[in-house]
């Protein structure tokens, strides 16, 4: 059983340990370290987490395995560097940095260690997401052209100032569809361009709450993003392709539609997705499998993340990074 550290023990944190302690015997939270140990030592101690004062403390604890970078997103490439400078595998919860620049240091820091730096990304793991990379990979959907998602919410209603999810400095417009980005980057190729559109309609704070983002992708297919925090949930994620289209709607329904066949209408239950996500984690620590998220997709989203703060400013199409 791999043991792992949790850096930051926010929400996220909390709901990671809540789906993988006692749940498998690949991983346990052995051990973590807040910002605010005070709010969090009920929570570590009920849980048999080992809260250390410091952040040194979990890094240079040689019975850590690995560490999960979790907290403000601001943060993540800051700690994933000072995790992988101090030799440990490193799963960094998404995004994994803010920009290309800190990113593509993460991966070349991890390749030159050997050790693995993977990225947290929950939807990675839905059962209707391997459905859609099986209909992809097998060429079902001929050449893909064009992909839309929409990643819609009613939260930033609750945003207050002060909260560092609450303005556009940290979460660049059209930043909260990144969970339909990351699949879209798998599947199609690095994005080579953007551009957004951004409004502020209904937001408490000042935050770009209705946004659609415009995609140009290296090989040449198109896609947009709709990115809305002051609506009722909504969550789909739709691939054209030259035979057919398929749809991701929710999390659960699964839809492939072919110009030659007949539609294909199937809905899964999720499971627990971050157990699968830490049970990957460990699975590339012990060395037997890859993680199913590139590296080369981290960097990429993160050089979207870049441009997306560049396109709201410019009002013009931005080019990503690559590489």
Not at 120 to 125: E, H, K, L, T, Y
Not at 170 to 198: C, Q, R, W
Not at 220 to 226: D, E, K, R
């Amino acid at each position: 059983m791999r043991k792992i550290g949790i850096l930051g023990m926010g929400q996220w944190a909390k709901n990671i340990v809540g789906n993988v302690q006692g749940r498998t015997d690949k991983a346990c939270i052995s051990a973590a370290w807040s910002r605010s140990l005070t709010k969090v030592s009920d929570f570590c101690a009920q849980n048999d987490i080992t809260l250390r004062e410091n952040i040194e403390d979990v890094l240079s604890d040689e019975g850590i395995d690995g560490v999960i970078v979790s907290g403000p997103a601001q943060l993540h490439s800051e700690v994933a560097k000072m995790a992988l400078k101090a030799g440990k595998h490193t799963m960094v919860i998404k995004p994994i940095a803010l920009n290309h620049a800190d990113a593509a240091e993460l991966k070349d820091l991890a390749s030159a260690r050997g050790i693995v730096l993977a990225l947290g990304f929950d939807r990675c793991f839905l059962p209707t997401a391997d459905l859609l990379r099986k209909r992809v990979a097998d060429g079902e959907l001929g050449k893909i052209i064009h992909a839309e998602g929409n990643f819609c919410v009613p939260r930033f209603f609750d945003l207050t100032e002060g909260d560092w999810k609450a303005g556009n400095q940290f979460n660049p417009p059209g930043s909260l569809a990144d969970h339909m980005l990351y699949t879209m980057i798998e599947l199609i190729g690095p994005v080579a361009a953007l551009s957004v559109k951004s409004r502020t309609n209904a937001a408490p704070v000042n935050i770009s709450d209705t946004v659609s983002v415009g995609l140009e992708f290296s090989s040449g297919a198109t896609g947009t993003l709709t990115a809305i925090g002051v609506t009722q949930a909504f969550e789909r994620l739709h691939i054209f392709g030259t035979k057919g289209w398929a749809e991701i709607r929710g999390r659960t329904r699964f839809e492939f539609n072919p110009i030659d066949g007949e539609a294909v209408v199937e809905k899964l239950a999720t499971g627990s997705l971050l157990l699968r996500q830490v049970e990957a984690f460990a699975d590339a620590i012990e060395g037997g499998m890859s993680f199913p998220v590139s590296l080369d997709l981290a960097v990429n989203s993160a050089a979207c993340f870049e441009a997306m703060h560049l396109a709201n400013k410019s009002g013009t199409w931005e080019s990503v990074k690559n590489g």
